[in-house]
């Protein structure tokens, strides 16, 4: 889609320092932006292989952080159906054509910025919830599809635990906790179908060096930018990448 290898690197750059960003605890939703913005600079399988391996180390540096300050029962309800998930997830990634990825990839970052939208509005009226199976396979399920299309489970997992009302550095320590364990659910699976292959590895390490970079720009932006303001901007590029990848506008042959 980018014919320009400098600017196709450099946004794939920019998502890859999401990810730091977002594992820094920094502009919210942010690490939903990654995957539509590399999907903007490789093919779509290529991007989410790529993807994987940089999200599993991010995952570490989020560990160490809040290390023991989470819910461990969410695990018990979410995992056996983001098991079955992935597995879904990643045959669907197989039986897709490109576009057809692409479009879904877009919709996701589109239905994701309408359900942060909204969702402040529809927890608002909830009572406390308390987690059980009945909810946590299905939502697993589909965190777990999500995931493996677009590393975009974050809805999902919203659902099940925001009506928790857990403490705010619970809810983040857990929420750290669910995607560490999707994410490395998803390495095998991902490598036994060819969506992680020693081309996605390379790319991988090539951009690997960002993920701490972001980080430390995250704790920084934390004392200095105003979040809101970030998270909305945020938002507004999410919204419009979604839609270039499900209309196919070209609107990044602009930038070439």
């Not at 779509?44 to 292989?49: K, M, N, Q, V």
């Not at 927890?123 to 589909?142: L, W, Y």
Request: hydrophobic fraction near 55%; include cysteine.
């Amino acid at each position: 889609m980018v014919a320009n290898e400098l600017t196709k690197n450099l946004m794939a750059g920019v998502a890859v320092l999401f990810i730091g960003l977002s594992k820094a605890g920094f502009g919210g939703g942010l690490g939903m932006l990654t995957t539509p913005l590399c999907v903007m600079a490789f093919d779509a399988r290529i991007a989410i292989g790529v993807l994987l391996p940089l999200l599993c180390a991010g995952d570490i540096f989020s560990l160490r952080y809040y290390w023991r300050k989470w819910d461990r029962r969410n695990l018990a309800y979410l995992l056996p159906g983001v098991v079955v998930g992935v597995v879904i997830g990643v045959h669907l990634i197989g039986g897709l054509s490109p576009r057809q990825l692409n479009q879904a990839i877009g919709f996701l970052a589109v239905a994701f910025v309408l359900f942060q939208v909204i969702r402040e509005r529809v927890f608002r009226a909830e009572g406390t919830f308390s987690p059980n199976h009945k909810v946590g396979i299905p939502c697993g399920i589909g965190a777990g599809i999500t995931s493996s299309m677009a590393h975009g489970a974050g809805p999902v997992i919203s659902v099940f635990l925001i009506p928790q009302q857990l403490p705010k550095e619970i809810y983040v320590g857990t929420t750290v906790l669910v995607f560490t364990w999707i994410n490395w659910i998803k390495l095998p699976f991902f490598v036994a179908n060819g969506v992680i292959t020693w081309h996605t590895v390379a790319v991988s390490l090539v951009f690997l060096p960002l993920v701490p970079v972001g980080v430390w720009l995250g704790i920084w932006l934390n004392r200095k930018v105003s979040e809101a303001l970030f998270t909305r901007l945020i938002y507004v590029i999410t919204f419009l990448s979604g839609l270039e990848l499900m209309f196919h506008f070209e609107v990044s042959a602009w930038l070439r």
